[in-house]
């Protein structure tokens, strides 16, 4: 599909409003603006048109835009002092997408840094001296994945992060994010997801988790932060990869879920909104796209065949990344006008990712739940806008790291329980011989 490769002009895409001005529709109509000078070029009846192969994603900019962060953030990222781990991830992963070999040097450094940030009741913090958080704790084990080696994995001290993992975990099924913090759906993933990588999910942990996170869709159709609060996509996506690493999902109202995640993608910009009413942000590309793997899944499961596609414009949304997100100096942003950070970059990416690849889960029974995690596979069917060296490393649809650094770390904490299923496990497609 997309919205550059139709006959629709663009100008038919944009809002249609009441023509009653409020500051959500003028915000909007601001937006859709800024995205049309963007989309010009390439639009569908522009006599000069640019061909859409022409569009590249500018990989050797973003990659020295990314390694300058990995040295230092200067004076502005002192905001950011309780959120090292995520800065770390964020990098990490957006190299790792972009298929950059991190150099033994950082890998060494990152080590022993991570080190630090553990802490020794559980868990990793924001920093040093800092209480260990779930949401930290998440970004540090993703990024000792991305790592991915037998030193990296050995950081993580198993008796303790599960010892913080029970002590944050609540008795209707939620979890707190740190000592004496605030509950919502966030914590459910981060901590579900670090379970499900490091072996350490058990009964205990995961106890009246599927009703809480289920009390939490509304009557929307997405997910809130909490049982009663307003469906928001990034909630949304943790709730829904928590289901899948609880094999929960069919407790959702699967009809309501699949319109409320559709109507999130933007007509014309073709990116995802966070929230109804609000305004397309490059970070949904993820949060938003990230829905639509985990969704064909269960519709897959409960029809018992593999006809589904992910339901929304793959296209438009690649459109929308490589048009309006990336910055020539390096890294990608929210939307045009705004400036490039290491969340939009980290997320921009996963979102462009996702929306290239096919990923199709294959059910297997009598697997430990951590196991289900490898039983996700890359078909041999790619959506690629613009060149074609535009292809990034296929992103895992729970973890949000690439596919080989999940399946690498379970391995690794699952080896007694593979022996006698590794033969089982299903395996990518092959590539056309073309």
């Known amino acids: 599909m997309g919205i550059l490769n139709g006959n629709i002009p663009l100008n038919n895409l944009r809002l249609k409003d009441d023509e009653l001005p409020t500051d959500t529709s003028i915000e909007q109509k601001r937006t859709e603006e800024s995205v049309l000078e963007k989309f010009v070029p390439y639009a569908p009846n522009n006599i000069r048109k640019l061909p859409l192969d022409s569009i590249l994603l500018d990989r050797e900019t973003h990659i020295a835009y990314l390694k300058r962060g990995l040295n230092g953030l200067g004076r502005w990222g002192s905001s950011l002092d309780a959120s090292k781990p995520w800065v770390a991830y964020w990098i990490l992963h957006s190299l790792d997408l972009l298929e950059c070999k991190i150099d033994a040097s950082i890998i060494s450094s990152s080590i022993e840094t991570f080190k630090c940030w553990q802490l020794p009741t559980g868990g990793f913090g924001g920093g040093g001296d800092q209480l260990a958080h779930l949401a930290t704790t998440y970004a540090a084990v993703n990024s000792l994945a991305i790592i991915g080696t037998k030193e990296a994995y050995e950081v993580i001290n198993r008796e303790s992060l599960y010892q913080f993992l029970t002590h944050m975990k609540q008795p209707d099924g939620s979890f707190t994010m740190h000592e004496g913090g605030e509950i919502d759906i966030r914590g459910s993933y981060c901590a579900l997801s670090v379970a499900a990588l490091t072996n350490l999910l058990t009964p205990e942990l995961t106890e009246n988790c599927v009703e809480f996170i289920r009390r939490a869709q509304t009557y929307e159709g997405g997910i809130g932060p909490y049982p009663g609060k307003e469906a928001h996509n990034g909630y949304t996506f943790c709730g829904l990869a928590a289901m899948e690493i609880l094999d929960g999902m069919s407790e959702l109202n699967m009809d309501s879920l699949m319109y409320w995640c559709s109507s999130r993608q933007m007509s014309l910009e073709g990116g995802f909104q966070g929230r109804t009413n609000k305004l397309v942000d490059g970070c949904y590309s993820f949060w938003g796209a990230g ?67 096919s990923v199709q889960y294959h059910p297997l029974l009598n697997v430990a739940k951590g196991v289900r995690s490898l039983l996700w596979t890359i078909e041999n069917e790619y959506i690629i806008v613009g060149d074609v060296n535009n292809l990034l490393a296929p992103t895992h649809p729970v973890h949000n790291i690439t596919l080989r650094s999940a399946r690498n770390i379970i391995r690794h904490f699952y080896r007694d329980e593979l022996k006698d299923i590794e033969h089982l496990l299903p395996k990518d497609d092959e590539p056309d011989d073309e």
């Open 291 to 357: 829905d639509f793997p985990i969704i064909r899944a269960e519709l897959n499961r409960q029809t018992l065949n593999n006809t589904y596609d992910y339901l929304f414009d793959r296209e438009a949304l690649q459109e929308y990344i490589l048009l309006c997100c990336q910055s020539k100096y390096g890294g990608l942003l929210d939307k045009p006008g705004k400036s490039p950070d290491y969340y939009h970059t980290c997320y921009c990416l996963s979102g462009l990712s996702t929306a290239q690849y």
